[in-house]
């Protein structure tokens, strides 16, 4: 075994001093901060291992009912573990589409943020479902319904009449249970409150069967 002398000069003891200026209370200080504003640096600056992916974005706040345009929606990078679920990743996928919710400036527009079949599946857990118009018989009942509501559509009873003016139409009968409301069009400026549409998401048969009904019928909603 090999034995140092107390007196054998170590590493660090060739090394030259440090200067009397980077030991003063002012160096260490200043040195302090450096260290600071590096670290700071490196906390704030992207890791160039985490991926970063595309999406678009509103640039304006948008209402529901809108069709979007090419000046209202904009492409920003964002991390990939930052996104939501099935972000849209290109300008067409969102200009000439109908907003089927409030979107904020700045929000991540997604699949379901727009009327399409993914908001049908999304909405109604049926990957083959569809988004239907319905004219109320009568139109106030659209002043109380909001995007999101779940309701039974309802063919209206001998009391009501029917929208095409052909008269009295069936005894109430539920057409389709816990569909779910996407959009209420705007209050018509015009005479006619008819024009008012809500849009209801359900199952395609389901579907099939109110639209069927809408041409004839008169219809309501029952707010679950």
Do not use: K
């Amino acid at each position: 075994m090999t034995f140092r002398s107390p007196l054998s000069p170590r590493l660090l003891d060739r090394l030259p001093g440090l200067s009397p200026r980077l030991t003063s209370p002012a160096a260490r200080r200043g040195i302090a901060a450096l260290l600071a504003v590096l670290a700071l640096v490196a906390a704030v600056r992207p890791d160039p291992d985490r991926r970063t992916i595309t999406v678009v974005t509103a640039a304006v706040d948008l209402t529901p009912g809108v069709v979007v345009t090419a000046d209202q929606v904009r492409t920003t990078a964002v991390e990939d573990d930052t996104a939501p679920t099935a972000p849209l990743t290109d300008l067409t996928d969102a200009v000439d589409r109908t907003v089927a919710g409030p979107v904020r400036a700045g929000e991540i527009l997604t699949d379901v943020r727009l009327l399409g079949p993914e908001l049908a599946a999304a909405g109604t857990t049926d990957d083959d479902a569809r988004i239907v118009p319905v004219r109320l018989a009568d139109p106030s009942v659209a002043e109380i319904l909001r995007i999101g509501d779940v309701v039974d559509v309802v063919r209206g009873s001998d009391d009501l009449e029917s929208p095409t003016g052909a008269g009295s139409v069936s005894d109430p009968e539920v057409l389709a249970d816990h569909a779910l409301v996407v959009l209420v069009s705007e209050a018509a400026t015009g005479t006619s409150r008819r024009d008012r549409v809500v849009l209801i998401a359900l199952p395609a048969t389901a579907a099939t069967r109110v639209a069927a009904a809408s041409l004839t019928d008169a219809l309501t909603v029952v707010v679950r």
